[in-house]
């Protein structure tokens, strides 16, 4: 039986894969790309009311707050995530082919409104719905099943690499993924905060998408 703090910190993160694997199995049965889009807000909330049911359960949200340079430290790794983002999509970097998450109708009119529920997902949920997941939980349960007692600086290199090689696997573009995941550990092991690779996460995101609206380089979303 799996404990509360292990639920709180898994389900959010399963049930964000899952609709991953519903959107899969949707493209594998023909479902066009318009359809398959309007799956993203009912991800998004539904990760975030699970979020808001364990609130109470994320204690090292609660407790501990980031200050002034070590908010400094993850918004500079942030931005150096984003520059990597970018520039490490050569073919053998990749897996598989991103069909991305284009906002536009039929017609090709550019529809805000999913692109705004899509930007605010991916900056404001996904960076605290991954970071309980892959640091909070999964880094310190590889050093200790008993995860809540493991401080941040005391997890060993195997954890380390190990949560490293999972999220970048989970990431269509692995070494990126893999880059992302070195950054955001070391942040959570320099910082003793799990604040910090959110913060740092979320200013990748949240920039990646204003560069994709930009651009139009939809495939990296």
């Known amino acids: 039986m799996f404990k509360p703090a292990t639920l709180a910190r898994v389900l959010p993160f399963a049930a964000y894969m899952a609709f991953v694997f519903i959107a899969d199995m949707l493209e594998r049965l023909g479902v066009g790309a318009e359809t398959q889009r ?36 993850a918004v500079a790794g942030g931005l150096l995530v984003l520059f990597l983002w970018i520039q490490l999509n050569a073919s053998w970097m990749s897996v598989g082919h991103s069909a991305g998450y284009e906002p536009r109708d039929a017609q090709g009119q550019f529809i805000w409104w999913l692109a705004a529920v899509r930007l605010a997902g991916a900056a404001l949920v996904v960076p605290v719905m991954e970071e309980l997941f892959w640091r909070s939980f999964l880094l310190r349960w590889l ?28 990431h269509n573009l692995w070494l990126a993924g893999m880059v992302a995941g070195v950054v955001y550990g070391m942040l959570y092991i320099r910082s003793n905060t799990l604040w910090s690779p959110i913060l740092a996460h979320s200013v990748t995101n949240g920039l990646l998408g204003c560069w994709i609206i930009s651009t139009g380089n939809w495939s990296y979303w």
């Open 143 to 170: 050093e200790n099943p008993d995860f809540e007692a493991v401080r941040p600086a005391h997890v060993r290199i195997r954890g380390f690499v190990v949560t490293v090689i999972l999220f970048g696997v989970e």
């Open 38 to 73: 309007l799956l993203y807000p009912v991800k998004i909330l539904v990760v975030a009311a699970l979020l808001y049911y364990y609130r109470r359960s994320y204690t090292e949200l609660w407790q501990v707050r980031l200050g002034a340079r070590p908010a400094v430290v």
